[in-house]
């Protein structure tokens, strides 16, 4: 609680401090992804990346080494008996040689990965040291092709045909014993000498010559220091971690003390770069380099102990990558260990908290959004963007306006929040500049109008009343004229208004219901006045024009007149050609035209002429006569000159974005958008597509459950040939541009079967049924852009003719004949047959048939171990129900696609009706009792599941419950296997949702006890065996009664008394929980009036309600009819709720509240402090008590924190003139601790457990209990 009332504390400090925040953004801004476990990795340390001459990436780890394709990760860990066996699993380096093996250099032995797939552990040479040789620290390929290892020992190679490993000993100050040394970087120069780090400096290996020596710091010379007092001999004889060579034969090391080093070694003249304790912005960052990557000419990469830095060569300027908290596009920490540029230009990052990566094709655009920390806008939905001389774009969000300077990239949030009342913090809906460079806003209350030279603000609400004429609804566009003037635009009755601050209303257009305009219930997204002064409207209903020189209006409706299609933007070029960004005809291109009735003839650009979407949002035009469109999620550029049409989805490739209507602007060369997430601005000038042409690569092959594709072959395997009855292919495919794998787009085609390539997003396709003869599979794909590489991959088979084919032969020609005739109609019907019988038509999965079949197939070989997966999506009958089974269909899909995406091609899914999913998950027996690789599979399924979804217009957030059941520990039959897996699922979706269970024993009698109780509770009411006992509230210091706690108790005929714990959650499941609720209110009530006539009940009766009971539309009324019918009074009323009721719907909880309260009834906030505890409520609800949670008295007396939280918590009720009341008083230590706090009401064993009636009128004639220490518990 005290955290919780510090950050309420410190959020209200800096909302005070920062009315006008000035955010001096970096210029350079590097939006960084991640990976993670969750996608696939084994650890999140990763140690080194390194990526094969044929496109595939690798991750040396502290758990193994990774292959990674875009799609999926194929691990090698340390498991003796296994195929991926490594020696150890912590991996230190990773290298392709000449013959195209993979070197794996970990603590405890070298493994190669041969062409033929073969795992070795690799020996080194034990000469002249033996110990420590196996620990590999460093991996080279020198130009002779020769392998280079650094031990923990000394320096060894090998020759490219070589076998064996020799040893080149480092001798110190000509000694005749050589030294043993670590080595940490090794590199070869134009000359072909070695340089080497190792323990005592800076080493060189001669060529020809088999010793390396120290390298003689004296002939060192600097030309340019930053600054450093670090000698020359110091600076040398450091540990230089890391080394690269430049393209001009310059050397690059990275000390672990004195910074960066660029070494000429021709001449032995070098640069020194040193950071000073504390570095300024384009300083370098730390003197600690772990690792030096080579961009081009002008920019070196490198990675420290502090982040990442880009160091632009020229100027000797240092962009900073740091992680920043709550911002997951930058670095997840500030140590990394690597970095590393693959062969499309992305910069890759290994860190202890996964891999991060960065695209330069980002470079050119720069995103402002809110941040917990550091923020960069106020609000993350930009609705307009105005833009003033001085290069200022003004920006309305959803929470007021902020001003970007777009040369700087600095942003001033709230500038304006001081001038004006109100004070623009909320929705704003647009922002415009006027001829003289002053500014009017729209929003809700109405106009507002920004005088920059005077720095003020004038007002012009919209309010019942007004002095302006104006109706009492949003604004939604303002545009200011040349005459002074302002047209504005708002909701329904607002019309079209001509406003003059001076004058007032001046005309108003569409103000009455007989007008398309209004009676169509149409409003404004963007205006344009034209060049001959009429206004131009972009609407929900296509374009309405206004001529204010004669007051005619004109309709222009774009595509077919009954269809209403919105205009989101539009825009008037040089030429006069209005351009607007249609809702689905694409960009209308709208030419004025003299000879025609309308004035203007129309054109459209849409999908057909190149678009990649029809559906535009906005548009505007740069001064070399381009156009600049957004659709729902892309940036398009459209060439009117030669209708050239280009697509930049890497320069914006955040998630869930989407752009806004008529949120765009141009200044200079700077493109400004508006979206959902914030403001990205984009230089025009340096903007480019992907030209990366990715290799793409067949990475399984499985035909007949055999695999025939090696994960490090080169060469396409020999022609496999396969039988005619067990031809079921499944091949998975990948494109190696890993700018962003989900935008990667394959076609594919089966020669010999298919007439033509087939397009698809996913990296999977399937065949069966396939006639005999020969066939070659064969794949393309795009890049991250949507641009087709001209690299294809093949796989060739052959299917072997069916046995009777040659008897049709000797049957005689008419047999054969009409054999050939039945095989082509059987081979149609087939294909029809299986695709029906085997795949879901709606997701294209496997349906349940197909998914028992490959179940049966798994469970026929007993040495099999597999999972079998239940998923059935939370909540889906909600979403049909209330946005159409349109939209339950499409979400049923995209479950699907997410589901294939984060399984590898061994495991099998299939959609098993309605939103239940199942999946076969094959895996590895493993010494422990868990099995980590395959709990990670299921939070990964789980966790992607959890992601939003875009459907249409709506966001949805889901879950799903997950059951599991292995096989054969949990069944050995498939039957009982899936009676399992959907127990353990029923028992999460039982426990909450958004959950996975593995089935136990436990697990299955825990539920069929629940289905028992469930079953014999909807008797129990009507038998009479439900029973309401009272337990007392005391004064601290009296010990009096001063109160009473209805609680609900099941007297069961056979099983005696049954706990709540055992029943509530079957009673609010089922919905009897209302009736039961209902029933109980009114026995207390009942109760409670008799014992007020006999003048024994002193204080209230609280009556638990529960979260299904307040969120039915009735409750109040069934409370006062309760109240009416036992007469009791309401004010000896107490409702108690739960914070948990509270958070899930505020302002329907706050309304049912208030009319509770009409009705005199006391409300209490029961168990405050277990769950959310916001401080909000107490201000929020009308609340009358707080029940402390029992939870902080179990840890009261040993733990100082509960006792500073608790003393706070009564403290603050005391003061808002709550009655506080302690629950769960067990001991006299206790009691003397509230009593202490000054907590005046207790509850709990030390007085009394819950009561039947007779025994406590007993209690209540007396008046006052006696203190009993609790033993026992009891469960209330």
Same mark, same amino acid.
């Given at each position: 609680?005290?955290?919780?009332f510090?950050?309420w504390?410190?959020s209200?400090?800096?909302?005070?401090?920062?009315?006008?925040?000035i955010s001096?953004?970096n210029a350079?801004?590097?939006q960084?992804?991640?990976?993670?476990?969750?996608?696939?990795l084994p650890s999140t340390m990763?140690?080194s990346?390194y990526q094969?001459?044929?496109g595939?990436?690798w991750?040396?780890?502290?758990?193994?080494?990774?292959r990674y394709?875009?799609?999926e990760?194929i691990?090698?860990?340390?498991?003796?008996g296994?195929k991926r066996?490594?020696?150890?699993?912590?991996?230190?380096?990773i290298i392709?040689?000449?013959?195209?093996?993979?070197?794996?250099a970990?603590?405890?032995?070298?493994?190669q990965?041969?062409?033929d797939?073969?795992l070795?552990?690799?020996?080194?040479?034990?000469?002249p040291?033996?110990?420590n040789?196996n620990?590999?620290?460093r991996?080279?390929?020198?130009?002779k092709r020769q392998?280079?290892i650094g031990?923990?020992s000394?320096?060894?190679y090998k020759?490219e045909?070589g076998?064996?490993?020799?040893?080149? *000993?480092?001798?110190?100050?000509?000694?005749?014993?050589?030294?043993?040394? $670590?080595i940490?970087?090794i590199?070869?120069?134009?000359?072909h000498?070695?340089w080497v780090?190792?323990d005592?400096?800076?080493? @060189?290996?001669?060529?020809?010559?088999?010793?390396?020596?120290?390298?003689?710091?004296?002939?060192?010379?600097?030309?340019s220091?930053?600054?450093s007092a670090?000698?020359?001999?110091?600076?040398?004889n450091?540990?230089?971690?890391t080394?690269?060579?430049d393209?001009?034969?310059?050397?690059?090391?990275?000390s672990?003390h004195?910074g960066?080093?660029?070494?000429?070694?021709?001449?032995?003249?070098?640069?020194?770069f040193?950071s000073?304790?504390?570095?300024?912005v384009?300083?370098?960052?730390?003197?600690?380099?772990s690792?030096?990557?080579i961009?081009?000419?002008q920019?070196?990469?490198?990675s420290?102990?502090?982040?990442a830095a880009?160091?632009t060569?020229?100027?000797?300027?240092?962009?900073?990558?740091?992680?920043?908290?709550?911002?997951q596009?930058?670095? *997840?920490?500030n140590?990394?260990?690597?970095v590393?540029i693959?062969?499309?230009g992305?910069?890759?990052?290994?860190?202890?908290?996964?891999?991060?990566?960065?695209? *330069?094709?980002?470079?050119s655009?720069?995103?402002?959004?809110?941040?917990?920390?550091?923020?960069?806008?106020?609000?993350?939905?930009?609705?307009a963007?105005?833009l003033?001389q001085?290069?200022?774009?003004?920006?309305?969000?959803?929470?007021?306006i902020?001003k970007?300077n777009?040369?700087n990239?600095?942003?001033e949030?709230g500038?304006?929040?001081?001038k #004006?009342?109100?004070?623009?913090? +909320? +929705?704003?809906?647009?922002v415009?500049?006027?001829?003289?460079?002053?500014?009017?806003?729209s929003?809700?209350?109405g106009?507002?109008?920004?005088?920059?030279?005077s720095d003020?603000?004038?007002?012009?609400s919209?309010k019942?009343?007004?002095?302006y004429g104006?109706?009492?609804t949003?604004?939604?566009t303002?545009?200011p004229?040349?005459?002074?003037n302002?047209?504005?635009?708002?909701y329904?009755d607002?019309g079209?208004?001509?406003?003059?601050p001076?004058k007032?209303?001046?005309?108003?257009?569409?103000?009455?219901?007989?007008?398309l305009?209004?009676?169509?219930g149409?409003?404004?997204?963007d205006s344009?006045?034209a060049?001959?002064?009429?206004?131009w409207?972009a609407?929900?209903n296509?374009?309405?024009?206004?001529?204010p020189?004669?007051d005619i209006?004109?309709?222009?409706?774009?595509?077919?007149e009954? &269809?209403?299609?919105?205009?989101g933007?539009i825009?008037?070029?040089?030429?006069?050609?209005?351009?607007?960004?249609?809702?689905?005809?694409g960009?209308?291109?709208?030419?004025?035209?003299?000879?025609?009735?309308?004035g203007?003839t129309?054109e459209?650009?849409t999908?057909?002429?190149?678009?990649?979407d029809?559906r535009l949002?906005?548009?505007?035009?740069?001064?070399?006569?381009n156009l600049?469109?957004?659709?729902?999620?892309?940036?398009?550029?459209y060439t009117?000159?030669t209708?050239?049409?280009?697509?930049?989805?890497?320069?914006?490739n955040?998630?869930?974005?989407?752009?806004?209507e008529?949120?765009?602007a141009i200044?200079q060369h700077?493109?400004?958008?508006g979206?959902?997430?914030?403001?990205?601005?984009?230089d025009?000038d340096?903007?480019?597509?992907?030209?990366?042409?990715?290799?793409?690569?067949?990475?399984?092959a499985?035909?007949?459950?055999k695999s025939?594709?090696n994960?490090?072959?080169?060469?396409?395997p020999?022609?496999?040939?396969?039988?005619?009855?067990n031809?079921?292919?499944?091949?998975s495919?990948?494109?190696?541009?890993?700018t962003?794998p989900?935008r990667?787009?394959?076609?594919?085609?089966?020669?010999?079967?298919?007439?033509?390539?087939?397009?698809?997003l996913?990296?999977?396709?399937?065949y069966?049924?396939?006639?005999?003869?020969?066939?070659?599979?064969?794949?393309?794909? #795009? +890049?991250?852009d949507?641009?087709?590489?001209n690299?294809?991959a093949?796989?060739?088979?052959n299917?072997k003719?069916a046995?009777?084919?040659?008897?049709l032969?000797?049957?005689?020609?008419?047999?054969?004949?009409?054999?050939?005739?039945f095989?082509?109609?059987?081979?149609?019907q087939?294909?029809?047959?299986s695709?029906?019988?085997n795949?879901?038509?709606l997701?294209?999965?496997?349906n349940?048939f197909?998914?028992?079949q490959?179940l $049966?197939?798994?469970?026929?070989?007993p040495?099999?171990?597999?999972?079998?997966v239940?998923?059935?999506?939370?909540?889906f009958?909600?979403?049909n129900?209330?946005m159409g089974?349109?939209v339950?269909?499409?979400?049923?899909?995209?479950v699907?696609?997410?589901?294939q995406?984060c399984?590898s091609?061994q495991?099998v @899914?299939?959609?098993l009706?309605?939103?239940?999913?199942?999946?076969?998950?094959?895996?590895?027996?493993?010494?422990?009792?868990?099995?980590?690789?395959?709990?990670?599979?299921?939070?990964r399924?789980r966790?992607?599941?959890?992601?939003?979804?875009?459907?249409?217009?709506?966001?949805?957030?889901? $879950?799903?419950?997950?059951?599991?059941?292995?096989?054969?520990?949990?069944?050995k039959?498939?039957?009982?296997?899936l009676?399992?897996?959907?127990?353990?699922?029923?028992?999460?979706?039982?426990?909450?949702?958004?959950?996975s269970?593995?089935?136990n024993e436990?697990l299955?009698?825990?539920?069929?006890e629940?289905?028992?109780i469930?079953d014999q509770?909807?008797?129990?009411?009507s038998?009479?065996?439900?029973?309401?006992?009272?337990?007392?509230?005391c004064c601290v210091?009296?010990?009096?009664?001063?109160?009473?706690?209805?609680?609900?108790?099941?007297?069961?005929?056979q099983h005696?008394?049954i706990?709540?714990?055992?029943?509530i959650?079957?009673?609010?499941?089922?919905?009897?929980?209302i009736?039961?609720?209902l029933?109980? @209110?009114?026995q207390?009530?009942q109760?409670?009036?008799?014992?007020?006539q006999?003048?024994i009940?002193?204080?209230n009766?609280?009556?638990?309600?529960?979260?299904?009971?307040?969120?039915?539309p009735?409750?109040v009324?069934d409370i006062?009819?309760?109240?009416?019918?036992?007469?009791f009074?309401?004010?000896?009323?107490e @409702?108690e709720?739960?914070?948990?009721l509270?958070i899930?719907?505020?302002?329907?909880?706050q309304?049912?509240?208030l009319?509770?309260?009409q009705?005199?009834?006391?409300?209490?906030?029961?168990?405050f402090?277990?769950?959310?505890?916001?401080?909000?409520y107490?201000?929020?609800?009308?609340?009358d008590?707080?029940?402390?949670d029992?939870?902080?008295?179990?840890s009261?007396? *040993?733990e &100082?924190t509960?006792?500073i939280?608790?003393?706070?918590i009564i403290?603050?009720?005391?003061?808002?003139?709550l009655?506080?009341?302690?629950?769960g008083?067990?001991?006299?230590?206790?009691?003397l601790?509230l009593k202490q706090?000054?907590?005046?009401?207790?509850?709990?064993f030390l007085?009394?457990h819950?009561?039947?009636?007779?025994?406590l &009128?007993?209690?209540?004639l007396?008046n006052?209990?006696?203190?009993?220490?609790?033993?026992?518990?009891e469960?209330?």
């Amino acid at each position: 609680m005290v955290f919780f009332f510090q950050r309420w504390l410190c959020s209200l400090l800096c909302l005070l401090l920062s009315v006008a925040f000035i955010s001096a953004t970096n210029a350079e801004q590097f939006q960084i992804d991640r990976l993670n476990i969750a996608d696939g990795l084994p650890s999140t340390m990763i140690t080194s990346i390194y990526q094969q001459k044929n496109g595939f990436l690798w991750f040396a780890t502290d758990a193994g080494v990774s292959r990674y394709d875009g799609q999926e990760f194929i691990n090698f860990q340390f498991s003796p008996g296994s195929k991926r066996h490594i020696s150890n699993n912590f991996v230190t380096d990773i290298i392709e040689d000449a013959q195209g093996n993979i070197w794996f250099a970990t603590e405890d032995g070298l493994n190669q990965l041969t062409v033929d797939d073969e795992l070795n552990t690799y020996p080194t040479s034990q000469q002249p040291f033996a110990q420590n040789t196996n620990w590999i620290m460093r991996l080279y390929l020198d130009s002779k092709r020769q392998l280079w290892i650094g031990t923990g020992s000394g320096l060894q190679y090998k020759t490219e045909h070589g076998t064996d490993f020799i040893s080149v *000993p480092l001798y110190l100050n000509q000694q005749d014993t050589p030294v043993e040394t $670590s080595i940490y970087s090794i590199v070869e120069d134009t000359q072909h000498r070695i340089w080497v780090g190792t323990d005592h400096g800076l080493a @060189l290996l001669e060529p020809n010559s088999t010793t390396m020596q120290l390298y003689q710091s004296d002939k060192a010379q600097a030309i340019s220091t930053t600054g450093s007092a670090v000698t020359t001999a110091d600076l040398f004889n450091d540990y230089i971690l890391t080394s690269q060579i430049d393209n001009h034969g310059q050397l690059w090391f990275g000390s672990q003390h004195f910074g960066l080093i660029k070494f000429m070694p021709n001449d032995n003249t070098f640069q020194h770069f040193f950071s000073p304790k504390q570095p300024k912005v384009g300083q370098i960052p730390s003197n600690y380099i772990s690792s030096i990557a080579i961009e081009d000419d002008q920019h070196i990469w490198i990675s420290t102990d502090k982040g990442a830095a880009n160091l632009t060569v020229a100027s000797e300027h240092f962009d900073w990558l740091t992680s920043q908290t709550f911002n997951q596009q930058s670095l *997840p920490t500030n140590d990394v260990d690597d970095v590393f540029i693959d062969h499309s230009g992305v910069i890759w990052f290994a860190t202890n908290q996964g891999v991060a990566f960065y695209t *330069p094709l980002k470079k050119s655009s720069r995103l402002y959004k809110p941040l917990a920390s550091q923020s960069e806008l106020s609000g993350g939905n930009v609705y307009a963007i105005a833009l003033t001389q001085s290069g200022d774009a003004w920006v309305a969000t959803n929470k007021g306006i902020d001003k970007i300077n777009i040369d700087n990239k600095t942003v001033e949030l709230g500038p304006l929040k001081d001038k #004006t009342t109100p004070s623009l913090i +909320n +929705n704003i809906w647009n922002v415009t500049t006027d001829k003289d460079n002053n500014l009017w806003f729209s929003d809700a209350e109405g106009l507002s109008f920004y005088d920059q030279r005077s720095d003020t603000v004038q007002h012009f609400s919209n309010k019942v009343n007004n002095p302006y004429g104006f109706p009492n609804t949003d604004f939604y566009t303002v545009n200011p004229d040349q005459e002074g003037n302002v047209w504005i635009t708002g909701y329904l009755d607002a019309g079209v208004m001509l406003f003059n601050p001076q004058k007032g209303l001046i005309k108003h257009y569409f103000n009455d219901a007989d007008n398309l305009y209004t009676s169509g219930g149409n409003f404004t997204f963007d205006s344009l006045i034209a060049t001959q002064g009429e206004l131009w409207l972009a609407t929900t209903n296509g374009i309405f024009i206004i001529d204010p020189k004669t007051d005619i209006t004109s309709h222009l409706s774009l595509g077919n007149e009954r &269809e209403n299609i919105r205009i989101g933007g539009i825009y008037q070029d040089k030429q006069g050609i209005i351009w607007a960004a249609t809702q689905g005809l694409g960009l209308a291109k709208i030419i004025p035209t003299s000879n025609v009735p309308q004035g203007f003839t129309i054109e459209y650009i849409t999908r057909q002429q190149g678009l990649p979407d029809n559906r535009l949002k906005a548009v505007i035009g740069d001064d070399q006569g381009n156009l600049w469109l957004t659709s729902q999620h892309t940036l398009i550029k459209y060439t009117p000159q030669t209708a050239k049409i280009s697509v930049y989805p890497s320069v914006i490739n955040t998630d869930n974005l989407t752009f806004n209507e008529a949120a765009i602007a141009i200044y200079q060369h700077q493109l400004l958008l508006g979206t959902n997430k914030g403001v990205i601005q984009i230089d025009i000038d340096t903007i480019s597509q992907n030209d990366f042409a990715p290799p793409v690569h067949i990475t399984s092959a499985k035909i007949a459950n055999k695999s025939y594709i090696n994960i490090n072959s080169h060469n396409p395997p020999p022609k496999p040939i396969l039988d005619y009855d067990n031809n079921m292919i499944q091949f998975s495919f990948a494109s190696l541009d890993y700018t962003a794998p989900e935008r990667n787009q394959y076609r594919y085609m089966l020669a010999g079967f298919d007439q033509d390539w087939l397009t698809t997003l996913l990296p999977r396709a399937m065949y069966t049924n396939l006639a005999a003869g020969d066939y070659v599979f064969k794949v393309q794909s #795009t +890049n991250s852009d949507g641009i087709w590489s001209n690299q294809q991959a093949e796989f060739a088979f052959n299917i072997k003719k069916a046995w009777w084919y040659y008897a049709l032969i000797a049957s005689g020609t008419m047999i054969i004949l009409i054999m050939i005739l039945f095989a082509l109609s059987r081979i149609k019907q087939m294909r029809e047959l299986s695709r029906r019988a085997n795949f879901d038509s709606l997701t294209g999965l496997a349906n349940r048939f197909h998914f028992n079949q490959q179940l $049966s197939l798994l469970m026929s070989n007993p040495y099999n171990t597999a999972a079998v997966v239940f998923i059935d999506l939370d909540h889906f009958k909600e979403v049909n129900d209330s946005m159409g089974h349109d939209v339950g269909d499409e979400l049923i899909i995209q479950v699907g696609k997410r589901l294939q995406h984060c399984l590898s091609q061994q495991d099998v @899914l299939a959609r098993l009706g309605g939103d239940e999913f199942a999946l076969i998950i094959p895996y590895e027996q493993v010494a422990a009792d868990v099995n980590r690789d395959l709990v990670n599979i299921i939070e990964r399924v789980r966790q992607t599941l959890n992601k939003g979804y875009q459907i249409n217009q709506y966001w949805l957030n889901s $879950s799903a419950s997950i059951g599991v059941a292995c096989f054969p520990e949990d069944g050995k039959d498939a039957k009982t296997l899936l009676k399992h897996a959907d127990t353990a699922m029923y028992a999460a979706k039982q426990n909450g949702r958004n959950g996975s269970y593995f089935f136990n024993e436990t697990l299955s009698t825990a539920l069929l006890e629940r289905l028992l109780i469930k079953d014999q509770l909807n008797n129990a009411m009507s038998d009479a065996q439900l029973e309401v006992h009272y337990q007392p509230k005391c004064c601290v210091d009296t010990h009096e009664i001063v109160g009473l706690e209805a609680l609900l108790r099941w007297n069961h005929p056979q099983h005696g008394m049954i706990s709540p714990s055992r029943f509530i959650d079957q009673a609010e499941d089922s919905g009897l929980i209302i009736d039961i609720g209902l029933w109980v @209110l009114e026995q207390a009530c009942q109760q409670g009036y008799r014992w007020l006539q006999q003048g024994i009940l002193r204080g209230n009766i609280s009556v638990n309600i529960s979260p299904v009971q307040l969120s039915q539309p009735t409750i109040v009324d069934d409370i006062a009819a309760i109240l009416e019918r036992t007469a009791f009074p309401a004010h000896y009323l107490e @409702l108690e709720i739960t914070e948990s009721l509270l958070i899930k719907d505020l302002k329907t909880a706050q309304d049912v509240l208030l009319a509770l309260k009409q009705l005199r009834v006391r409300i209490a906030l029961d168990d405050f402090g277990k769950g959310y505890s916001s401080l909000n409520y107490l201000t929020q609800f009308p609340i009358d008590t707080l029940k402390i949670d029992k939870g902080f008295l179990s840890s009261i007396l *040993p733990e &100082e924190t509960s006792n500073i939280v608790l003393r706070n918590i009564i403290t603050l009720g005391n003061e808002l003139k709550l009655d506080v009341i302690a629950e769960g008083v067990e001991t006299h230590a206790q009691l003397l601790k509230l009593k202490q706090y000054n907590c005046k009401i207790v509850q709990g064993f030390l007085f009394s457990h819950a009561l039947d009636v007779t025994q406590l &009128e007993v209690c209540l004639l007396h008046n006052k209990l006696t203190l009993c220490e609790y033993v026992e518990v009891e469960n209330e």
